[in-house]
């Protein structure tokens, strides 16, 4: 497969059923360093699965995807799951904040996981929180804070590894618009000063407005607006 | 917008030159589009002729940007009665695109497409408001945030007319 040139991740024929769902019938996507692609399109229309097989959580049927260079299906499990710790970053609708930790916990946690001292990760992590302006709750646990200031924790836990492709899905379907767009703003902002590059998933147009560019996904195929006219 | 209203409305915090009335005018509401001079004067001498304004003052040097205006008390009435009046909703039953889409499907061209460039085109224009309101002021993310929740249901149509192509293309073919 030909990468576009410079681009960071790119798919390429992707097809993925399930049982006999279509979920993706021949889906193309390509993102650069720094650049937010949104992912547009009626429900059930594919776009979860897409996000989901760019980031190696699902395997697709057939089809392939270029991450810097490397084929993700030429990698075994444990390559998979390194790359999506150390080199993606994920944000959903629902914040899944583990409710027993308290959100510095929770946004140091991906640090962590790869081995940094406690100390070095919660340093880190209250410096992200900072910068998402919600480093006051740095002790609340996530049953003590507002949807929206969660999901703001949400998106420093992601983005605390220096993840290089931010993956969110509806990251502000739980948010009414003000807390929404503050969270696309800052979102966006952070992306932005570390050059990573965000799929961001929305049916909102005035979400999908904080993006570069869109792509359409309908009954599992992908139309790029940019290269359609 | 009612430029005569409006003009008006900036005389009532006090008298002002014909010049610091279209700077005022220009600075609060005039963003994209500032007035020109003569719509100023045209609508200053309609007022006047109306008795809502009247002439304060003649600073030296002539033209007409020298007047100063002064609102009368029926001019405050006029502004008065204005702003109690509620603007009448847009229709929207005209619309352009719908009738593409309809022209589209009786003509067996891909109505798809048609909604697709749609949702395209009014994206741009909301990316260019958004970054507007990004970077501006309480002012600016007002005025834009009205243009975008315009353009939001724009595309809250698109998106159900494109939910709905087959049953209307079935409706169209009879
Ligand atoms: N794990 C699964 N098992 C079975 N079917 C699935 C699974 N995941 C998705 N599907 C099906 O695949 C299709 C695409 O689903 P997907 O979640 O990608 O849609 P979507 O565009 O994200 O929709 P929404 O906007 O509602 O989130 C749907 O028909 C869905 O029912
Ligand atoms: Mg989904």
Redesign the pocket.
Known sequence: MNAPAGSLLTAEGLR?A??P????DGADFSIHPGEVVAVM????????????CLAGI?PPDAGSIMYAGRELATMNDAERSALRRSEFGFVFQFGQLVPELTCVENVALPLRLNGTSRKEAERTALDWMGRLEVDDLAGKRPGEVSGGQGQRVAVARALVTGPRVLFA??PTGALDSLNGERVMELLTDAARSTNAAVVL?T?EARVAAYSDREIV?RD?KSRDMERAV | MSIGHTLLGLLESGPRHGYDLKRAFDEKFGHDRPLHYGQVYSTMSRLLKNGLVEVDGIEAGGGPERKRYAITDAGITDVEHWLATPEKPAEYLQSTLYTKVVLALLTHRDAGDILDSQRSEHLRSMRILTDRKRHGDLADQLICDHALFHLEADLRWLELTAARLDKLRAVVAK
């Open positions: 993925k399930y049982g769902t279509v979920a993706l399109g009626p429900s059930g229309s594919g776009k979860s699965t897409l996000l989901h699902v899905d509806e998933v049916h996904v599992g």
